[in-house]
């Protein structure tokens, strides 16, 4: 998701296409003579699972989300701590102006490419419900040109997940879909889907779609639970992704989270994202402090009861911790 706070807000720019050339090249990386010396895990952590993906790849379903990492060193460690604990999977955006920070420590990580799965995102920023200039349409050749400025950004020669960020325009949001599946064709993307989407706005991007989004990634918690465009998005066989997965902090003092992390001997946070991972979503929790990336990552080892899972359940009263595009964005 995006914010106007910590992150300037990016907006479009033109790039070059990339070659065939220079995507092998730069998919082909090594390490950098001034790599950090730091101990990383040679693969995932075996407790974190994985889900397929239209393409036939896989997505580790828990993932570290940079979301106000701030851009430069401060996102740059928090990407390398995270894959020295066992993460391979980073979730960002091209609004989080973070993406060459990413692309960096994958690379300075010397961990091999393919076993890191990268999302982006790209948004039509005039939507932001605070922004000051009038709302603009998508644009194909737009969308287009921020799939290459990800990649260049980056710099992994490929892009395993890009989603739109939010459904944005209404009447030239089939365009913008489709410029995602050329990008698809064209390989710089592997799979494509959407962000902030809810069912009515699946159904008609149905109409014109050539290719089914993989995944819809929404903020998802026990406050939060989304019943309906759940169920839509299972039906279609489209994965869910929580973001905000710990309501932003807003409900650790909940009397029934506090009870279960007392139970499991575990952190509230702990309980919210085990809660997100029994549901079956890929969870992308946010933090640059390497004892809560690492606590975070313990959570995929929690396993809730039936009862606890039926508690959690009743929390569910559309608290919205951040925006809410689902239903600020039109149909």
């Not at 296409?17 to 003579?33: D, E, G, K, N, W």
């Not at 349409?137 to 290459?148: F, I």
């Not at 913008?176 to 050329?182: K, Q, T």
């Not at 606590?295 to 606890?308: R, T």
Request: hydrophobic letters at 40%; charged letters at 25%; aromatic letters at 8%.
């Amino acid at each position: 998701m995006v914010d106007a706070g910590r992150n300037n807000l990016h907006r479009s720019t033109r790039s070059m296409p990339c070659s065939r050339a220079f995507i092998l090249q730069i998919a082909s990386y090594s390490t950098v003579p001034n790599t950090p010396q730091v101990s990383f895990t040679s693969t995932m952590s075996a407790f974190v699972q994985s889900k397929l993906l239209p393409s036939g790849n896989s997505i580790p379903n828990l993932a570290l989300g940079v979301f106000q990492s701030n851009a430069g060193e401060e996102a740059y460690n928090t990407v390398l701590t995270a894959l020295k604990l066992g993460y391979r999977h980073i979730d960002t955006a091209t609004a989080y102006e973070n993406e060459s920070d990413v692309g960096r420590a994958i690379r300075d990580s010397g961990i091999p490419r393919e076993e890191i799965f990268v999302t982006s995102k790209y948004y039509e920023i005039s939507w932001i419900p605070w922004s000051t200039t009038p709302k603009q349409p998508w644009s194909y050749q737009d969308v287009v040109d921020g799939v290459r400025e990800s990649n260049r950004k980056l710099g992994l020669g490929y892009i395993d997940l890009y989603l739109l960020h939010a459904p944005c325009d209404s009447a030239t949001r089939a365009e913008a879909w489709r410029a995602l599946e050329d990008m698809q064709a064209e390989g710089l993307v592997r799979d494509i889907g959407v962000s902030n989407f809810g069912e009515k706005h699946l159904l008609k991007l149905a109409k014109t779609w050539r290719v089914k989004p993989a995944v819809n990634q929404v903020e998802l918690h026990p406050w939060l639970a989304r019943p309906d465009t759940v169920k839509f998005c299972e039906d279609q066989g489209i994965l869910m992704e929580a973001y905000s997965p710990l309501a932003r902090a807003e409900k650790m003092d909940d009397p029934v989270i506090m009870e279960i992390a007392n139970e499991l001997n575990a952190t509230q946070a702990q309980v919210m994202i085990a809660w997100s991972l029994a549901k079956g979503f890929i969870s992308l929790p946010k933090s640059v402090k390497e004892s809560r990336i690492k606590s975070n990552l313990d959570s995929a080892k929690l396993k809730l009861s039936a009862e606890q899972m039926a508690k959690l359940g009743s929390l569910d009263e559309y608290f919205v911790s951040g925006w809410d595009p689902i239903k600020q964005h039109e149909i």
